[in-house]
Structure formats: C-alpha cells, structure tokens
C-alpha cells in the first residue's frame, strides 16, 4: 500500500494541518484514556460478565461497522464468524489446554480462513444481495454446527469451556478477574478495527463505499480491497466471539444464528454507522437494557428492542454516538462564534 | 490543426504514434444500441474532443474505453496493446485517466487524500505534488479541506489533477466546462493546454463548441451513436455555424 503515498512531500505537516485536525490532535490522547479508564473501572459497577458481554458485542459490532460504515456492505451472516471462533476457540481449550487467549487467537484465526472462500463470493454482489449471500454461509454454517454433533454437542452446545492461564486461578475462574485478563484482546480487536480506518487502505475503503465504479477507475481493485477488509471483520469477530465463548463457559448454535447477526447490526446502528465507537455505546445501551429487562423477568425484549430501532433510525440517523458528537461540534462552533 | 503543426508541438519521437485507437466500437444498454461501430484515434500529445447532441453516444464512448461500461463490442487498443478485455482498474493502471463529469471528488477525503491515495502507474510520468501546486494553487491552498468544501471549478481542477498525480498519459474528460464560470472555463482551457504541452492525450467529450475549438486539436462529431464526421480545428472553426446548427445547439 505504500505506493498509495509515493511523493507525499513536506507539504503535508502538521503545521499546514487545518484547524481542526490540530484540535483532534491534542483531543483524540485524551479520549482514548478516558475511554480505557471507563473499560477498566466497567465491572465495578456493572456485574462484571456483563461488563464483558457489552465489550464482545461492541467489538463484534464494530467488525460490522468496519463494513457497513466504511465499506459500503452490510452483511446479514456475521454471526458465522462471531460463531464459528467461539466454538473453534471451546474445542481448542478443551482438547489442548492451551492458555484462553491462544485458543481465541486460532478461533479468529479460523473465522479468518472461513471468511476468505465467504468474502471471495460475497464481494461479487452489492446491497440486499450481498446480504443474503452473508446470511445464507451463516445459516449453512448453523446446519454444519447442528450435524456436527459429536464436535460441537450439536443443539446442547459445547459445554464446560475452560479458560486456562497459566495456572493462575483467579482468573480461571473468578469473571472478575477474567474480565481484566481479556481486556486486552478487545483492546487488540478496537486497535485493529481503528489503525484499518485510519489508513490509506481505510481511506480507499470510503473511496470505494462512496463510489465504486469511480474507485474502479482510480486502478483500485476494489473486489480485492472488500475481500481483504471482509477478512479483517472477521477475525475482529472473531476475537469477540471467542472472548464470549471463553468468558460464558459454553459455545451454542445461537451464536450462529441469523438473530446474532441481527443483533450486531441492531447495535451498529443504535450507536452510529460510520462512527467506529458508536458501537460500544450501542452495546452498552443494549447489553445492560436486555440485562435490565430480563432481571425484571420482561419477555418481550424484543418488542423493546425493535421501538428503539425504529426511533433511531426515523429519528437520529446518525445514531446515539453520532447525534452526541453532532450536538457536540455544533455546540462547539457556537462557543467559536461567541467568543472566538 | 493540421498535422505538422502539431507534429511541432510535440517533443522529439512523439509525433503522430496513436495512444489510444477505437476500432468498430459498439455499445447497447440492454436492448438499446448507443454506439454503433466507433473508430477514433488520439495521439500523442493530441487533445481530441466529442462533440455532439445530449444522447449522441459521446459520455457511453468515453466510459466504454474506461472500462466502465462492459456491454459492448469493437476493439480498444492503448499505446497498441489490446486492452478491451481489461478491466477498469487494469485499464487506470495502465494510463488512462477519468475525469468524471461529476468530477468524482471523495467527500469523504481531503484535497491531499484525493490526491495521494490512487496508485501512481507510472512512476515518471507522474506529476509531482509540486508541479501540481505550481499549475493548481487553488488546490494547494485548499489541500487540507475536505472534497465538499470546494466550489465547482476547484473540483474540476481536482478532478484533472488527480490522475495526472497518477501517471496517466491518456486523460478522459467529460464535460470539463459544464456548469463552470467563463472565468473558470478559460482557466480549465489554459491547463488542457499546459496537459497537452507535457505530451499528455486528451479525449475531451464537450457540449460546449466555442470553448472545444479552443483547446483541442481534432474533433469527432458523433450523432446517434455514430460518427459523422472527423475535422481539423481549422475546418472545425471555420464551419462553427454550420456545426452548430446541425448539433441543434
């Protein structure tokens, strides 16, 4: 990708920068700390596998996100990958006694090696289609798992996943302690998700999902671009996944069901397509709210669920995270205004 | 203009060799026929226009040697290598250059990352982010804005400066003065010329006559997806009134 930026001269420094990116300069430190210090202090108020749940499933919305928001796809059969991984990572800590984190590192490895045949298909249609060729390989991987009971306990589950580390009990077995031993595995899986959107191969991504054809007559390969950045999504799915399978103990046929890919685009939107960590919120609004309402014994989560989306989408366009930093750059142009 | 005037322009052991040559080219949406059986060449250093009615086939010839448009038949040939089965991107990696009529600026990207993100083809051919300042200073003024903030003519210059910042020596231009200030016409017309003068072809697809008799070399007429005539741009002045009472303009 480096040719991308072949002659990029002195012109671009920093002090040529405009305004507003010397501003997000000094900010973004910041908000990365803060976003760090609230993921370290989450399951001291929230219970703690919960704290752990809206970390898996902001990150595998933010796998989605990396597809819909910057690439232009929205693909119905991400649970395939989220699912995929967290069985492969169940028998990997179950037959080998490998330490967790290697076990969910081969599990996005292997959601990785699915997605390439998948992504290699998929790229080839645009829209609804591309959606339902996603969700069709999710739905043939849902009756693969079901079949394949003798590996993957078919509709019991996998049951009884252990998270070895190096003998170190606290973490074996306390959620706790666990939550803190896989924060940096989602911290890995944001860290990806972000250097992908900040770079040139990123920027060739919106080029493409604003306007393929044009992309096209740039010399870019854009099958080959959405192949790879299909690919990617998966293994940050992945690494989700595998850390929800680890955390909870047990590998289901949910976790491929067309349901779990719903819910990962249900969270993507309630955070803000486009906003990369509007997912966590999202996930964090959805997580705790489901948690809230089955605490209160509520079956129709769903009904819930779905106003949400409704308002969200007739309402705030841009998602919750999206609307706040909206509201937050307006606010801020007045502050400008008023008192320069 | 006649050939060896422009055979004078060009540097040493450019004159005349074709760069792009459309043989027989048809294209049909669906059913329907747009083109019907094309030829046309560009030289080196050559700036050729279109000229023709709304719906005359002229924007669906220059998307078809982009590789843009795929139903179609004929034979696309590009410094005489066959390229018709080539796809788009392989057709921009190998030199051709598209300025959309839309001027295809990424809204998303700054001016700077609409420069330096497509691929440089042809590493000696390319622009460097220098010379294109020097002949686009609006762009280096501008180059930390995103592509929204520009008005119509400093996209347009975008537009053109974006592949030749690649390498391209075949520029595709479609209607490079539509909806543009005269001003800002005749500043497009002096950079097609500064093009033309670095030994880069131009295939200009134009509504407006007055400004093509001012930058290009050759023209073709195309008329319901044929072509009707091929003039000089002595001709081609000489007979503007005829022309543009037969072009209904």
């Not at chain 2, 392989?90 to 700054?110: E, F, K, M, N, Q």
């Not at chain 2, 003519?153 to 490079?176: C, F, H, I, S, T």
Request: charged share 15%; proline share 4%.
């Amino acid at each position: 990708m480096s040719e991308h930026l072949v002659g990029t001269s002195h012109l671009e420094t920093a002090a040529t920068a405009a305004p507003e990116r010397r501003e997000r300069a000094w900010a973004r430190p910041l908000y990365l700390l803060l976003a760090l210090l609230l993921a370290c202090a989450l399951p001291w108020f929230i219970y703690p596998p919960i704290a752990l749940d809206i970390l898996c499933w902001g990150l595998f919305a933010i796998s989605v996100d990396l597809l819909l928001g910057y690439t232009g796809l929205l693909s119905f059969g991400h649970a395939a990958f989220w699912g995929s991984s967290a069985y492969i990572t169940g028998i990997v800590a179950i037959e080998t006694g490998m330490p967790f984190p290697v076990a969910i590192l081969l599990g996005a490895l292997a959601a990785m090696v699915i997605a390439v045949p998948t992504g290699w298909l998929a790229v080839r249609s645009t829209g609804i289609y591309f959606a339902m060729v996603t969700l069709a390989f999710a739905q043939m991987l849902y009756f693969v798992a079901n079949r394949a009971s003798g590996l993957t306990g078919g509709e019991n589950g996998l049951q009884g996943i252990p998270r070895p580390f190096f003998g170190m009990e606290l973490i074996e077995t306390e959620a706790f302690y666990f939550y803190y031993a896989a924060l940096p595995l989602i911290i890995l899986g944001c860290f990806i998700a972000w250097r992908t959107v900040h770079s040139p191969f990123g920027r060739v991504l919106l080029a493409i999902r604003d306007n393929p054809a044009r992309a096209r007559a740039l010399g870019f390969d854009v099958e080959g671009y959405k192949i790879v950045v299909f690919v990617i999504s998966a293994g940050i799915a992945g690494v989700a996944g595998g850390v929800f399978s680890s955390g909870h103990g047990f590998a289901s046929l949910n976790d491929l069901m067309w349901t779990t890919s719903g819910k990962a685009v249900l969270i993507t939107v309630l955070g803000g397509i486009g906003t990369l960590w509007g997912a966590m919120v999202g996930s964090g609004i959805l997580v705790t709210l489901e948690d809230y309402l089955t605490t209160l014994g509520f079956e129709g989560i769903g009904i819930v669920t779905g106003t949400m989306f409704i308002v969200i989408v007739l309402l705030f366009r841009r998602g919750i995270w999206g609307s706040v930093q909206q509201a937050w750059h307006w606010a801020l142009g007045k502050a400008r205004l008023r008192w320069g | 203009m006649p050939e060896t005037t422009l055979s004078e322009q060009l540097p040493a052991g450019q004159t005349g060799t074709p760069v792009l040559e459309v043989s027989d080219l048809s294209a049909w949406y669906g059913e329907a026929q747009a083109l019907r059986n094309v030829s046309l060449e560009v030289r080196v250093g050559e700036v050729v226009t279109l000229v023709g009615r709304n719906g005359a086939g002229k924007s669906t010839t220059l998307r078809s040697v982009m590789g843009l448009h795929r139903h179609i038949s004929g034979n696309i040939r590009l410094d005489g290598q066959d390229i018709t089965s080539r796809t788009a991107e392989r057709r921009a990696r190998a030199g051709i250059g598209w300025v959309p009529d839309d001027r295809g600026i990424y809204a998303s990207l700054t001016v700077m990352e609409n420069l330096t993100l497509p691929p440089v083809v042809d590493r000696d051919a390319a622009w460097s982010l220098e010379r294109i300042f020097e002949h686009f200073p609006v762009l280096h003024t501008r180059r930390n804005f995103p592509g929204t903030k520009l008005s119509g003519g400093e996209q347009q210059m975008l537009a053109m400066a974006r592949p030749l910042r690649m390498g391209a020596k075949m520029l595709l231009v479609d209607e490079a003065s539509e909806g543009l200030a005269p001003v800002i016409v005749t500043q497009i017309g002096d950079i097609i010329r500064e093009i033309k003068k670095s030994g880069v072809s131009v295939l200009l697809v134009e509504q407006n006559v007055n400004f093509a008799s001012t930058v290009a070399d050759r023209h073709y007429l195309l008329a319901e997806g044929e072509v009707v005539e091929s003039l000089g741009n002595d001709e081609f002045q000489s007979r503007l009134e005829e022309l543009l009472h037969h072009l209904g303009m």
